[in-house]
């Protein structure tokens, strides 16, 4: 039961310009969305989070967008910089008590071409 | 404080063995993860535990493994038996409450059972 797919396991992008990584998700459930990188021989690091009443949410470069009707949450790192070259997960929560189990994507490796 | 340390960072086990990962979180935090990651996946939530007591554990986490908090501050993951399929890559994960969503992740054990 693949209940979130990141359709794209790799993206090049030319430095100074817009990446936009994207996630797809099915159970309607989840009302809390989140991005991580991850460098070789690191534990993920968060990023920027959104909940279910916004459509959008900004930290800097990054920008995190949802379309709850369409079940896709992406985002938008403008401009990118070599450093953010990773692999990007989405992951998703349902924010029940209790409840504190995040759901991952299988990852998106970033290539920023200098 | 370093943040979230986990012991060791490699493991190579033969098949049949017991073995034993440490995870330290950041002192404040009462929440802690453990995680799975094979390669090409997302990490994949294995069990959760809010001070000492283990609140969520995953169908994944089978009679083989067993995790623990017994004073609320460090955890282990035992598994035993290991198999082939447990050869991954085993994170901590620690947060100081359920509105921390954007977890603390350590670097991670990389288990090879041969």
New interface residues.
């Given amino acids: 039961d693949q209940q979130?797919k990141?359709n794209s396991?790799s993206l090049s992008v030319q430095e100074g310009r817009i990446s936009i990584l994207n996630c797809d998700y099915t159970n309607s459930m989840f009302d809390?969305f989140?991005w991580?990188k991850k460098y070789p021989?690191?534990?993920?690091?968060?990023l920027i989070?959104i909940s279910s009443i916004k459509d959008k949410n900004e930290d800097g470069r990054f920008t995190v967008f949802l379309n709850k009707s369409a079940k896709h949450l992406s985002l938008h790192i403008v401009p990118s910089q070599p450093g953010d070259s990773a692999v990007y997960?989405c992951?998703f929560?349902i924010s029940n008590?209790?409840?504190?189990?995040?759901?991952?994507?299988?990852?998106t490796r970033l290539t920023i071409i200098p | 404080d370093t943040g979230?340390s986990q012991d060791p960072r490699h493991k190579i086990t033969k098949r049949g063995q017991n073995v034993t990962f440490r995870c330290d979180p950041i002192s404040e935090h009462n929440?802690l993860?453990w995680?799975r990651q094979t390669l090409?996946?997302?990490?994949?939530?294995l069990t959760?535990f809010q001070n000492e007591a283990q609140?969520?554990k995953?169908r994944l986490l089978s009679d083989r493994f067993s995790a623990e908090r017994p004073k609320g501050s460090f955890s282990t993951l035992e598994i035993q038996r290991t198999e082939q399929g447990d050869s991954a890559m085993y994170?901590c994960?620690s947060s100081a409450n359920?509105q921390s969503?954007?977890?603390?992740?350590?670097?991670?054990t990389r288990l090879t059972v041969v």
């Fill in positions: 979130v990141q396991p809390y989140l991580y021989a690191e534990g993920p690091t968060f989070s997960f992951a929560k008590f209790g409840n504190e189990k995040l759901t991952f994507g299988t990852g | 979230v929440r993860y995680y090409g996946q997302g990490p994949e939530f959760y609140l969520e995953s994170l994960a359920s969503y954007g977890y603390t992740f350590g670097s991670g």
